[in-house]
């Protein structure tokens, strides 16, 4: 059986759901967990995806130009690699913001202020031709959770996705690599944890009980979208969906 690489980036956002739905479509899943001390590994051998989760960091350096967390430039440097040797691949969250700053994007502290809660986003034009978002509705729902903004793709990228405070909401980079600023591994109790402590929520003055609250009451709905894209991600790893996008060349950032 196949086998898709997860890295887990923060213990309050794992898998969740989004692994259930990978599972239920023929993927085992081995996750690494980076946070606790995993080692990224080197390469993608022996992996036939590679799905990278969201976390409380920031992609980019602190002020004394440390990354924000250890394991941030051998991820980045797996993502590279990822995009270079074709493997399907999934960003979420800070996984879509990492796919972006390791092939040149830009991800800023964003000045429109905190994403958070249940949103919906628009697809673009050319979300008709890809392989996953050509099914995903015209204005799917989503949560949000997050601070930081993608500012800049990466050259040769693919907007599929946008809204209107935050326009770089989900990106194909090359032909198998896709990127998503929102959530959908999510469930309820993951919703209710975040909103337990939350910075974000404090700085937007919003009530954490109603903000799990609706994002409950979508739960279904983003079931309902989701799950069969995270299908169809399966089923291009595992080679049984037709490869529909062009192949675009990317700029070389290394190994």
């Keep these: 059986m196949a086998t898709a690489l997860v890295i887990e980036n923060d213990p309050t956002d794992d898998v969740r759901?989004?692994?259930?739905?990978?599972?239920?479509?023929?993927?085992?899943?081995?996750?690494?967990?980076?946070?606790?001390?995993?080692?990224?590994?080197?390469?993608?051998?022996?992996?036939?995806?590679?799905?990278?989760?969201?976390?409380?960091?920031?992609?980019?350096p602190l002020p004394d130009g440390s990354p924000a967390a250890p394991w941030l430039p051998a991820l980045e440097g797996l993502l590279r690699k990822a995009v270079r040797h074709r493997v399907p691949t999934l960003g979420i969250c800070l996984g879509a913001q990492l796919l972006a700053t390791s092939h040149a994007g830009e991800v800023v502290r964003?000045?429109?202020?905190?994403?958070?809660?249940?949103?919906?986003?628009?697809?673009?034009?050319?979300?008709?031709?890809?392989?996953?978002?050509?099914?995903?509705?015209l204005i799917p729902d989503v949560f949000q959770w997050h601070a930081d903004e993608i500012t800049e793709l990466p050259r040769g990228a693919t907007l599929l996705a946008a809204s209107t405070r935050y326009p770089h909401q989900a990106f194909r980079l090359g032909d198998r690599a896709w990127g998503l600023q929102f959530?959908?591994?999510?469930?309820?109790?993951?919703?209710?944890?975040?909103?337990?402590?939350?910075?974000?929520?404090?700085?937007?003055?919003?009530?954490?009980?109603?903000?799990?609250?609706?994002?409950?009451?979508?739960?279904?709905?983003?079931?309902?979208?989701?799950?069969?894209?995270?299908a169809r991600f399966a089923a291009l790893a595992l080679g049984e969906l037709e490869d529909a996008t062009p192949r675009r060349s990317l700029p070389l950032l290394g190994q």
Aim: with cysteine; proline share 8%; net charge negative.
């Design 17 to 60: 759901r989004l692994g259930e739905w990978l599972t239920e479509a023929g993927l085992d899943l081995w996750v690494v967990r980076a946070h606790a001390g995993d080692e990224i590994p080197a390469d993608l051998e022996g992996y036939s995806a590679l799905v990278v989760l969201g976390g409380a960091m920031a992609p980019y």
């Design 183 to 230: 959530h959908i591994e999510c469930d309820t109790a993951m919703i209710a944890d975040w909103a337990a402590d939350s910075r974000l929520l404090a700085e937007l003055g919003y009530d954490p009980d109603l903000v799990v609250a609706a994002c409950h009451d979508v739960m279904v709905d983003v079931e309902e979208v989701w799950q069969p894209f995270a």
């Design 110 to 137: 964003s000045p429109s202020g905190p994403e958070v809660g249940p949103c919906v986003v628009g697809k673009r034009d050319a979300a008709d031709t890809d392989p996953l978002f050509r099914y995903v509705p």
